[in-house]
């Protein structure tokens, strides 16, 4: 099940999930703003949310794909084209101008509170069924059965709450802050590259 193609895509899944996006944002500006555990309260809100878009990708994507092979590769395509935007946007934050962007945008609140705007970013972001499903595309056999694709859920929600609770410590560090915010040009150049890469294997790649 975990060939070298799908640890490409895994590490693409996380590079994704840890780019400059509106839950990783709220998670950093939350976390310099407010602290570490409204941080990690606003995080699982936005697990919670992820979590139902891919359940609800995998309970109905086996069958879909089943049924109509250009589904599968409409959402391939698709995924290809969502990684090339990646790099597309990852290229103009390093090359413009000026100072650094801003490195957060903070939500304040309780722990209910933050929990729910959390899971409201993901729950309202459409791109974030699309990945589900595009994911499951690039990583799953055309005839995948529930069980497969609900095994690689497993292993990609594995990744998400590594993004998304590592935010949460990583940015209630101000060292940590200090030093992204010096490295921000060359993590974005990185974050290109490999979404150029990842992009580009997709759309290259004989699937069976």
Known sequence: MITPEFAAIWVAWLLAGGSPG??????????????RRPALAFATGILAGS????????????????????????LRYIGAAYLGWLALKAVKRAVAPGDTAALGTPFS??????FAKGAAIHLTNPK??????????IVAPANATPATLFAYFAMLYVGSITIFIGYAFLF?????VRAYARA?????????????LASFKILTARLQ
Do not use: C, H, K
């Not at 139902?52 to 599968?72: H, Q, T």
């Not at 974030?128 to 595309?137: C, N, P, T, V």
């Open 22 to 35: 509106p839950a990783t944002m709220g998670i950093a500006g939350t976390a310099m703003t407010s602290g």
């Open 51 to 74: 979590a139902s878009w891919g359940i609800a990708a995998a309970l109905g994507l086996s069958a879909v794909m089943l049924a109509n092979a250009w589904v599968f590769e409409l």
């Open 109 to 114: 609140g309780g722990f209910r509170a933050l």
């Open 128 to 137: 974030a069924i699309l990945s589900w499903g595009a994911i499951y595309a």
């Open 172 to 176: 209630s560090s101000e060292r940590t």
């Open 184 to 196: 921000q040009r060359w993590f974005d150049l990185a974050f290109a590259g490999f979404f150029g």
